[in-house]
């Protein structure tokens, strides 16, 4: 069924690389936070270093939507903000589906952040019996097996997999079936999807191990600055004296097996 390809979406066709499609929700989130404190204006370096890039990639990823400020003054704040808004479709309304109502999944059905940036949670779907009809986050949670009946009733494009790992490619398969065409996945697992279906992939699991790395580089780092700047440096090759002459002795007054001293006496 699946080659792992994804579809190409509308914005690459209009030549904005994947790369700058990725940093523009870091640029809307620091656009917000200074709109909602009524900064009109913002240069470039004050807004890259908001959102954690620089100011030339900042500068390059805004050519890309007509939008180059004005010299002296910067870019408009709320402009840029429905500029970036429109650019990545969050003018509209977008119904999404939670399957897998568990602590992820309710947790994800309380996230105030979906209302705000456009997505309305259309329903909260389990297998579990138990689970039908019990409100999270003041919305019941329906039952699995009316799956693609709220997909095709509510116009479900967009859909979020917080089951477990063993049924989650299962979740998968009856979401694109149903027509989903965009899946957010916290399952711990690759999904197979076919050409026309995005998959983004959240795991914790990888985010907390790789930060672990880096906790453990940075221990290291810090271990090496207290021993000083030799630490762990190769220790320098003794000198080697020239051999002595056969029967002489050296300051020790000792004598190899063949009559000379060595140079370097063994450890």
């Given at each position: 069924m699946a080659t792992g390809r994804t579809h190409r979406p509308a914005?690459?066709?209009r030549g904005i690389p994947e790369a700058t499609v990725a940093r523009l929700p870091l640029y809307l989130r620091a656009l917000t936070a200074l709109s909602e404190r009524s900064v009109p204006t913002v240069s470039s370096e004050e807004l890259a270093a908001a959102a954690g890039v620089n100011s030339a990639k900042l500068r390059k990823d805004f050519s890309y939507l007509g939008s180059y400020g004005t010299r002296g003054v910067?870019?408009?704040v709320e402009y840029l903000v429905y500029q970036i808004s429109r650019e990545l479709g969050l003018t509209q309304d977008w119904p999404v589906v939670i399957v897998g109502i568990g602590n992820l999944g309710a947790a994800l059905a309380g996230y105030?952040?979906?209302a705000s940036r456009g997505f309305r949670v259309a329903a909260l779907i389990d297998a579990d019996p138990a689970m039908t009809g019990k409100p999270v986050a003041g919305i019941p949670v329906q039952h699995s097996d009316d799956l693609e009946k709220i997909i095709n009733e509510d116009g479900v494009s967009i859909g979020v997999i917080a089951t477990p790992a063993g049924?989650?490619?299962?979740?998968?398969?009856?979401?694109?079936?149903a027509g989903v065409t965009s899946i957010l996945n916290f399952a711990p697992t690759v999904l197979s999807v076919p050409d026309g279906v995005d998959v983004r992939k959240v795991d914790l699991s990888i985010e907390l191990q790789i930060l672990a790395f880096h906790e453990q580089r940075k221990a290291g780092e810090e271990t090496s600055a207290e021993e000083g700047p030799d630490a762990g440096?190769?220790?320098?090759?003794?000198a080697?004296?020239?051999?002595?002459?056969?029967?002489?002795?050296?300051?020790?007054g000792r004598k190899g097996p063949d009559g000379d001293v060595p140079a370097v006496m063994p450890a």
């Open positions: 914005t690459r066709s910067g870019y408009d105030g952040g979906f049924v989650a490619q299962q979740v998968c398969d009856r979401l694109v079936a440096a190769e220790p320098e090759a003794a080697v004296a020239p051999p002595a002459p056969r029967g002489a002795t050296g300051s020790t």
